[in-house]
C-alpha cells in the first residue's frame, strides 16, 4: 500500500522497519475539555488507517498519548479550584466515552505524558551531554543549530525560519528557533524535581520519549493534524535524531483541517462543536461517516446539512444489512446455494478487489466508501428479484457488505443489537397500532406475524400494548 509522505510530498510504498509489523503514534488530545469535531477527525481516519493495515495482514502496534500537562489543563483547574489530576482524569474518561461512541478501538497503548517524566529527564540530559541542548536559569533549551536537517519536514531551512522569527530581546536563547525542553516552576503550577530545578517537560520532548519508549528509535509512521507539523513534528525530529542517531520516522502523516465557514475548528476562535453535542443532534456513527466521506487529506466544511446527508447514506446501508438478516430469519430456502446464486457471489470479488485498491492508494475512504454503495445496490437488487433465495446466499451477501463496513468501522451501532431491537420492535408496533386505526386489519396481522416471527410476544392491555421476547 502506498501512503502520502508529508516530509517527501509523495505517495510511497510502506515498507515497514520490520516485515509484516507496524509501528504507528499519533498525537492525542490534550486533556482539558470534551474533543470537539476537529480533534475528532485524526482520532477516527487513523483509526481507519490502523484497521486497514490490519486487514491487509499487519501487525500493527499504535500508540496515542494524552498529553496531560499543559497550560490549559493548569487554567482549567486553577478556575475550578480543583487539582489538574481532576481535570486531565475527567477528561480522559469523557475522550473514551466518545471514542468507543464513535467507534474507534482503543490503541494498543495510551500513554499519558507524566507517566514517563523520568524518561523525559534522561533525554534531556543526554541532549544537554551531546552538546544538543542548554540550560539557563531553571529552562532547558534545544539547541537548534546543532541539529543540521531541522526543518526537514516542513521543507524550510534554519536560516530561512530565523529570519522570519520574531527576537525577543530579553530573550536567554543563543536562536530564536531554539524551543523548550524543560519549564522551570511557576507558582501553583503541577512541578517535578530535576538537575535543573523543579519544573516540568515542554510538550515536544513528551512525544518524543513515548514514542521511543513503547516503539522504539525509528518508526514506521508517525500521524497527527497537519497543523501539528510544525513546530510540533519538527521538533519532535530534531529531538529524536538528535539522541538516537538513527531516522525517527519513515512516515509522516497529517490530516487536513475540519472547518466552520471555511475557517479552521478550534477552541480559541470558539467556532467549535464538541463530539457530544453533534453526536447527540446526529449519531456519533454519522459523525464517523461525515468525516469518511472525504479523503483525510482534503480540508473537510462541517455543516448539519452534510451530517444529515451522511446519515442518510448510512441508512441505507443499515437498511440493506438488516433486510438481509431479516431474510435469513425469516424467508430463506434451503442450505444449498444455486449454480446462478454461486455464480453472483463469487462475482462479488470485484467490489472487494476494488476496495484493496483505493485503499492501497493512500486509503482513500471516500472511494471505499462509494464501492461499498456499489456493491450494496448490486446485492439489492439480486435479493429484491430472487423469490426464494438460499441460507448460505444470504450469508454470503451478507458477509460481503460486512467486511468492507467493518474495516471502516461503520455499521457497529447495529451490531450491539438490543438497544436497536428495542426500537425496532417498538416501531413495529406504532406500525400496526396505525394499521388497526386506519381498519387495515390484514396489514395489522401481517405485523404481528412479523413480529411473533422476531420471537416477540404481544399482549393488548388496557394501558396500551405490552410486549415480551418470548
Ligand atoms: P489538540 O488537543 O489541540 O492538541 O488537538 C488534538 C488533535 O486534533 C491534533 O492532532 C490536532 O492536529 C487535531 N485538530 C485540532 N483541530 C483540528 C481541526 N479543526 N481539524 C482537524 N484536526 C484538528
Ligand atoms: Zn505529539
Redesign the pocket.
Known sequence: MRLFNTETGQKEELVPVEPGKVKMYA?GPTVYDYIHVGNARPVIVFDVLRRYMEFRGYDVTFVQNFTDVDDKIIDRANREGVPCEEITERFIKEYFTDAQGLGVQPATFHPRATEHIGGMLEAIQTLIDKGCAYAVGGDVWFRTAAFKDYGKLSGQNLEDLQAGARVDVNSVKENPMDFALWKSAKPGEPSWPSPWGEGRPGWHIE?TVMVNHYLGKTIDIHA?GQD?TFP?HEN?IAQSEALNDCKFANFWLHNGFLSIDNKKMSKSLGNFFTVRDAANAYGYDAIRMFMLMSHYRNPLNYSGEILVQAKAGLERLYTAVENLEFLLKNGCRGELCSPAEQEFLNGLSVYKDRFIEVMDDDFNTADGIAVIFELVREINAATAGASDPSKPFVEGCLAAIRELTDVLGLLYAQADGEADLDTKVETLIEARQQARANKNWAEADRIRDELKDMGIILEDTPQGVKWKRG
Open positions: 498525537c512525544c497527527g501539528l510540533h519532535e
